[in-house]
């Protein structure tokens, strides 16, 4: 089987847990890791045991050993780490949110059409077993008609006025950086546009949303009621209500199983693998499905299409325009 080998963009705690897991996986090697301070890239070095480090990803792309690279900076930073990499011919996983807006993302979408390589969001719990088992019941027609799912996504964030998360230069915001997974969600298992958004926010003092509420309805009559809060205490749960059951998945990022209770019947739990005390394990499912792409010559993928990805972007840019949110970046 051939080993996949990896540069990874950014050396910040994700690229901390995509090492831990990349660690793991067998055929799977992080070869080179480029960061803007060689002394961080260095540090990651060492701690991984990577054999190149480098101070500039422009430099780093020019190793011909790399088959792909995973990009790991600050959501603004995004789309300029996908083109260079696509542009050096090579493959592309990037956390997510994968870019700012539809626009960014259509442009590296062509790009990566034109070069005949793979480009994918790291929207890691699509991927998860319990995930992929519930949607199935849905498309089995188990639950009936769906007419509610319920998402929340929030916890503490310390405030730092300057940090990621609270600072508009870098993108910050709840919706951008925990809005995108129950934004994702809806879309895994709606399996389409809503036909109509509405949202409302709470504003910090730097401009960026810190709780943005999102109300989606559906051309089925469904309504999906999302929230994400990096204010607010910690929640990450999922309910789907449909004419003949209900399905609800406790603590979205470390879950292992979904709880079902059929109409009139009792709860009753699926469970894919004990319990997990990291988001390390579900990153696995992930990396070794984007392996398998690179392997078999795919340009996508099948879990999450990139075209699907866009759909969850423009529903993002509208959220945006309901609420107001602006960044010191353009977003056009």
């Not at 780490?81 to 590296?108: D, Q, R, S």
């Not at 799912?149 to 919706?175: D, V, W």
């Not at 969850?312 to 949110?325: A, N, Q, S």
Request: aromatic share 10%.
């Amino acid at each position: 089987m051939k080993t996949i080998k990896w540069g990874v963009i950014g050396s910040g705690w994700i690229a901390h847990m995509f090492a831990k897991t990349n660690q793991t996986i067998d055929n799977s090697e992080i070869i080179a890791i480029a960061d803007v301070s060689l002394e961080i890239a260095k540090a990651y070095q060492k701690e991984f045991s990577v054999p190149r480090a480098y101070g500039s990803p422009e430099e780093m792309l020019q190793d011909p050993e790399i088959d792909a690279v995973y990009v790991a900076t600050p959501h603004c930073f995004h789309k300029e780490g996908i083109k260079l990499a696509l542009e050096h011919g090579k493959h592309v996983l990037c956390v997510k949110p994968i870019t700012l807006c539809t626009a960014e993302l259509e442009e590296v979408m062509a790009l990566a059409k034109q070069k005949g390589l793979l480009l994918m969001e790291a929207m890691w719990t699509r991927f998860k077993p319990e995930f992929q088992d519930a949607r199935q019941k849905l498309l089995e027609g188990a639950l009936g008609d769906i007419v509610l799912m319920e998402g929340h996504c929030s916890f503490i964030t310390p405030y730092q006025p300057q940090g990621r998360m609270f600072n508009r230069k870098l993108g910050g915001g709840a919706l951008m950086d925990v809005g995108v997974y129950v934004t994702s969600l809806a879309d895994f298992f709606a399996g389409g546009d809503p036909v109509r958004i509405d949202a409302q926010a709470h504003f910090g003092e730097t401009g960026v949303d810190q709780t943005t509420s999102i109300l989606y309805q559906y051309e089925n009559g469904c309504t999906a009621y999302l929230n994400a809060s990096i204010e607010s205490e910690e929640r990450q749960d999922w309910t789907i209500v449909g004419t003949k059951g209900k399905i609800f998945i406790d603590n979205i990022w470390y879950s292992t199983s979904y709880d079902i209770k059929m109409h009139g019947g009792e709860w009753e739990t699926r469970s894919f693998g004990g319990s997990v005390s990291t988001q390390k394990e579900h990153h696995d499912f992930m990396i070794r499905a984007f392996n398998q792409c690179v392997r078999d010559g795919k340009t996508d993928s099948d879990v999450i299409p990139i075209e699907t990805t866009c759909r969850v972007m423009r529903c993002m840019d509208t959220i945006r325009e309901r609420i107001g949110l602006q960044y010191d970046v353009s977003t056009k």
